[in-house]
């Protein structure tokens, strides 16, 4: 195993740490079991295959959704619609981020 093997390795695991963290501090539960299992899968997605670049502005797509969810989520009658929403949502995210090798199942 040469030097660069293990620096690559290394970094590796750091960014993964980093990306956990990251994971934690902005997950906010909409309330929707489903809701939260997409955006989950949505924010590990950004963070594990997307390009640093791009990270940022799809992290703000995600806050803006689930903020808006946990809105919905919050009055009884737009609770189904919030969870529908969510479903389509997460239709659209497995088709975008296909080609990263992200799933949404």
């Known amino acids: 195993m040469t030097f660069r093997h293990i620096r690559r390795g290394l970094l590796g695991a750091a960014l993964t740490a980093l990306a956990g963290a990251a994971f934690a501090q902005s997950s906010i539960d909409t309330g929707i079991p489903a809701c939260d299992r997409y955006y989950r899968a ?60 992200c799933t949404f199942d």
Do not use: K
Request: one cysteine or more; a negative charge.
């Open 42 to 101: 949505y924010e590990t997605c950004i963070m594990q295959r997307l390009p640093e670049a791009q990270r940022s502005i799809f992290q703000q797509t995600l806050e803006r959704n689930r903020a808006d969810i946990r809105e919905q989520a919050a009055d009884p009658e737009d609770r189904a619609s919030a969870e529908r929403t969510c479903q389509e949502q997460r239709q659209q995210s497995a088709r975008f981020f296909a080609p990263h090798g």
